[in-house]
């Protein structure tokens, strides 16, 4: 199946093959979710990065471990609680409520963009990416086998606010046994997520608790990965 482009790209009501970055084909079947933030790109980005925080509102990802972090000062300055490219990480899932299904899968970023902004010489529109994908080689698991890429898009709207897009790719032989336990309740789990990082990051600036744009950690870069999950 060819992948979806155009509008049936940006419909989260399909879950056909969508082209990413490591999985140019588009894979077996993806989820995919988009939502207007009423925040500044910024503050969607920290929480994208701000793993530690996943607990307090994503009810999808309900928690996250970090094993591993490119930058060896990183704990320094919160590196336990936030990625950066190269980090390895677990992921907790909540796949189904009723009945709880739950799952945990071993992640590592592959890009964490620095934040593009137009107030900063970017021309619009302002897109930064940040990628993560299955970590085939702390599960021994090859690429060709099994492949799962999510990518996040965080773009600067004209009014300062955010238009958040996210995609999910599943590829591989092992995918189709995946998909048929996985693929609607990933659909819906993914909505879920737009959901809650919507009122995270609104509620985040609602009460002030926004960090300035000045401060910026070092988590910005990315290793190649290759497509066994190698670096």
Same mark, same amino acid.
């Given at each position: 199946m060819a992948p979806l482009i155009g509008a049936d790209f940006s419909n989260p009501k399909l879950t056909g093959?969508?082209?990413?970055?490591?999985?140019?084909?588009?894979?077996?079947?993806?989820?995919?979710?988009?939502t207007r933030i009423n925040?500044?790109?910024?503050?969607v980005y920290d929480a994208l990065l701000n793993v530690g925080d996943y607990p307090k509102w994503?009810?999808?990802?309900?928690?996250?471990k970090i094993t591993k972090n490119s930058d060896p000062h990183s704990h320094r300055a919160g590196g336990h609680k936030r990625i950066t490219g190269g980090s390895c990480m677990i992921f907790y899932r909540n796949?189904?409520?009723?009945?709880?299904?739950k799952t945990e899968a071993r992640q590592v970023v592959t890009l964490v963009e620095k934040l593009k902004l137009s107030k900063e010489g970017h021309? *619009?529109?302002c897109v930064t990416r940040i990628r993560w994908q299955l970590d085939n080689a702390a599960i021994t698991t090859p690429g060709w086998m099994m492949r799962n890429e999510q990518i996040n898009?965080?773009?600067?709207?004209?009014?300062?606010?955010?238009?958040? !897009?996210?995609?999910?790719?599943?590829?591989?032989?092992?995918?189709?046994f995946v998909r048929k336990k996985l693929? *609607?309740?990933? !659909?819906?789990?993914?909505?879920?997520?737009c959901r809650d990082l919507k009122e995270?990051?609104?509620?985040?600036?609602?009460?002030?608790?926004?960090?300035?744009?000045?401060? !910026?950690?070092?988590?910005?870069g990315g290793v190649p990965v290759n497509e066994n999950g190698q670096k």
């Open positions: 093959p969508r082209a990413s970055k490591n999985i140019p084909g588009g894979g077996l079947f993806s989820s995919y979710g988009e925040a500044p790109p910024q503050v994503n009810t999808f990802v309900y928690d996250v796949i189904t409520h009723k009945p709880a299904y021309q *619009m529109p898009e965080i773009e600067e709207a004209s009014d300062g606010t955010t238009i958040y !897009r996210t995609w999910c790719v599943f590829g591989g032989p092992v995918a189709k693929e *609607m309740p990933w !659909r819906d789990r993914t909505q879920d997520w995270w990051c609104e509620k985040k600036v609602e009460d002030g608790d926004v960090e300035s744009e000045q401060v !910026r950690r070092k988590s910005e």
